[in-house]
């Protein structure tokens, strides 16, 4: 027989609209780094095709912008409705950077309005240039400070709980928590690395489509040693991740590795299964690499699930998250690598059809690597919703309406879904590279 459950509806939705959102919410923050990156090498090398994927993928922005702010404005309807209790209690804490994260959001907007619309009036470029800077300022600082709301639910702190009641607030120290740097770091690194990648796989795959035109080959140059060096940076933050979560979340590490008995010398362990006994069958082990990862100590004591109440471990699933996330970040960081060998070496062709395949599928998979990353990262800190002070059953709502609600926003996420891959396909069907270079070459001559 049927049975409402508002805590599991209110879990689903939140789950369905971040996993909708964080797309998005990834490409607005990445691409607005790289489309000012072509801009300065083309006003630099005075190369036109550089200026011009600046202003295709400019045209693609705005679009992922559009529906970002849809769903983002859905987050925030969603965290009133469907966990007010959280709110209630968390709220008043974590309102700065919430009210910040607005206004970086505004400041992006503004002058993405001003950017699009002063293209062709200024003689000199760098001064187009320089109003774009306010928007990869504005894009990098909204990821900053919503991902510190985050960051508090992990490592709450800044204030005192007295009777169920928030006292001594210290908003500063909030946003300054101990999960902040990590957190603030790794979302910002990968979404310039997985920006990178998704224009790179489109540049991948137009040339495996026959396309040789000069344009694709820079745009898959540009992308691929920029998404080579973000790939790396990402990686190195993930090391700090490990460290901070050994540290601070000791259990969802634990999970994250299936470590039950905390020893010393502890191997990492890839993929797998559990039996009945909590043994490890069929993994990939590398020996002391939790230990390494944990506390760069190979002889380091690691603790374990043993150590923490059974109602406050998170799923065993994550293991298999962690393992994908991290797979086919070094997947991706090798498939740039060997792009930017054979690009310096003048007897080889990076243009190899195993490598274009692999750097076409590079989008698709970064993008998956970016879902399980943010599953991994709030199911993890699961059964909390803030980690030590309020369980996420204790935070939800109890209201009967979430069901039909869960259903509309499906709807909506579908129709946003469907609507912008039509009008991103008809932008650039519309337009090919070929007829905009050869306008934008006939504009030149007519200005010389």
Known sequence: ?????????????TEVTLAFHILFATIGVGVPLLIALAQWIGIKKNDPHYILLARRWTRGFVITVAVGVVTGTAIGLQLSLLWPNFMELAGQVISLPLFLETFAFFFEAIFLGIYLYTWD???????HFLLLIPVV?????????ITIVNAFMNTPQGFELKDGVIVSIQPLVAMFNPAMP??????????????????ASIAAYRILRGSTHVYHKKALH????SALVFSLATAIIGDFSGKFLAEYQPEKLAAAEWHFETSEKVPLVLFGTLDENNEVKNGITIPYGLSILAHNNPNAEVIGLNEFPADELPPLYIHYLFDLMVSIGVLLTVVAFIYVILHKRKKSTPYRKPLLVTVALSGPLALLAIEFGWIFA??????????GYMKTSAGATTADYVDILLICFIILYALLAIVSTIVLRKMFKNNPVEQEVERMNSTREVDL
Do not use: C
């Not at 990590?182 to 224009?199: D, E, I, N, R, W």
């Open 222 to 225: 540009i992308t691929l040693v």
């Open 182 to 199: 990590t957190k603030v770091g790794h979302v910002l690194a990968s979404a310039y690395m997985t920006s990178a990648f998704v224009l």
């Open 121 to 127: 009036r200024f003689k000199n470029q760098m001064k």
């Open 137 to 145: 300022i504005g894009s990098s600082m909204s990821a900053l400070f």
């Open 1 to 13: 027989m049927f049975t409402y459950d508002a805590v599991l509806y209110s879990r689903i939705l």
């Open 378 to 387: 709030e199911v993890g800190r699961q059964p909390w919703i803030l980690r």
